[in-house]
C-alpha cells in the first residue's frame, strides 16, 4: 500500500473548543450565501475545500495515528453548527466520518496507517451504498470478483444511487459483495480512477446542493489491501450504526434551530402586527410570543436528546457491551424521532409566525422545510419510535444494522 502522505501536508488538529469555534466560524461564513446556493443549485465547492483544509473532518482520527480522537458528542456539535445555517454542506462529510469509523472497526493496521494518514492530509471520503433496483435499503448488487491476475485483485461492478460526497471526494468507498452473493466488503477506489463515473445527476427538493447522484463502476480494478469486510461490523455490539445516525439527528437539530433564528429575524424585522393585538410590531403580539415559546421548546428539547443520544454512544465507546451499545441505539432513536420532528415543526410553522410576506418565494425561507423534510427521509422517524416501543414495552434491544 501507498506510504501515507508526508507530516507537512497535515491539517490542523483540533481540541473539542477548537472544532466548535471552527465549526461556528465556518457556519457563520457558510450562511451568507446559503439561500442563494440553494435557489441556484450551486454546488459549495469552495466552501467544502475550506471544511477540508479547517482540520474538521479529520477530528475522529485516534490521537495514536495523530489525530485529536474526539468523541461522539463533539462530532455531532460540529455538525450540528454547520446545519444551522447550510445542512446541505454539513451532510455532504457525513460519510466521510462514518467510513472513517469503518476503517478503524475493521481495517488493518496498514490500512488505518493509509486512510487515516489521507485523512490528516485534508483528504475526502465519500460513498458508493444505496441501490436503487433492489429489494430494500440493506439489499445490495454491486461486486466484487477476482481479476484473475497472479496479484489477486479484484473487479469491481454496480450501479449506487444517493452518493452524498462522492462527486467532491478523494476517495469512494463502495458496499459490494464479495463475488456473488458472498459477504459484504468495502472496496476504496479513487475518484478518479479508469472506470468510476460519478453522476451530478441528484434532484431532491431539498438538500438541492449536496450532489447526491449516482456512481458508475465498470470494472475497476480494486487491489488486494484497498478491500476490508463490512459485515463482521455487525456480529457483535457496536456503536458504528449509532454513531452514524447520531450524525443525522444533529443535521436536523441544525435545520430546526437555523429555521428559528431566521423566523425569528424575519418577525423583529419585516413582519407586521395583526391588528386585534393592538401592538406597534409583531414582536410584541402575545400569540406570536408563545408560538415562539413552543417552537424554541421543542428545539430545546431535540438538542438536549441529541446531547444525551452523544453522552451515550461515547459511553458505549468507552464500555462496549451488549448492554451499552443497545442504550446507545435508543438514545440515538430517541434523538432522531425528536429532531425529526422539531426540524419539520419549526420549518412549516415559521410561516405562521411570521406572516404573509415569509411566504414569497424570493426570500427562499422554504428551503428550511424542504431540507428538514428530505434529510428526515434518510431513516423513517416512525421506526426508531417502533424500536422504542418494543424496548418499553418487552425490552426488546434494538436489531444490529447502521440505520439504528
Known sequence: MTAAPVADTRVPVLDAAAARRTAATLAEAFGVEAAERDSHRLL???EVDQLARSGLLAITVPRALGGPGLRAGDVAEVFRLLSTTDPSIAQIPHSHFVYVNAVLH???????????????AGRRFGNAQSELRTKDARTWGTTLTPDGQAGGGWLLNGAKAYSTGALLADWIPVLAHLEEDGPMHVAWVERHADGVSVVDD?????????????VRLEDVAVA?????????????PQTYGSFAQLLHAAIDAGIARGALTEAAAFVRTHSRPYPDA?????????LTVHAFGQLELAVRGCEALLREAGAAVEAADADLTEATAAEASLAVAAARASTTEASLAVGSR????????????????HRHWRNARTHTLHDPASWKVQHLGQWALHGTVPPRHGQI
Not at 227 to 232: A, E, G, I, R, T
Not at 278 to 286: F, L, R, Y
Open 44 to 46: 459549495p465547492l469552495a
Open 106 to 120: 475493521q481495517g488493518t493496521d496498514d490500512q488505518q496507517r493509509f486512510f487515516l494518514g489521507e485523512v490528516l
Open 202 to 214: 441528484w434532484d431532491g427538493m431539498g438538500q438541492r446542493t449536496t450532489a447526491s447522484g449516482s
Open 224 to 236: 488486494p489491501d484497498r478491500v476490508m469486510p463490512f459485515h463482521l461490523t455487525f456480529t457483535g
Open 278 to 286: 393592538k401592538v406597534e410590531t409583531a414582536g410584541e403580539d402575545p
Open 350 to 365: 415559521l410561516f405562521e409566525v411570521a406572516g404573509t410576506r415569509s411566504a414569497l418565494d424570493g426570500l427562499n425561507l
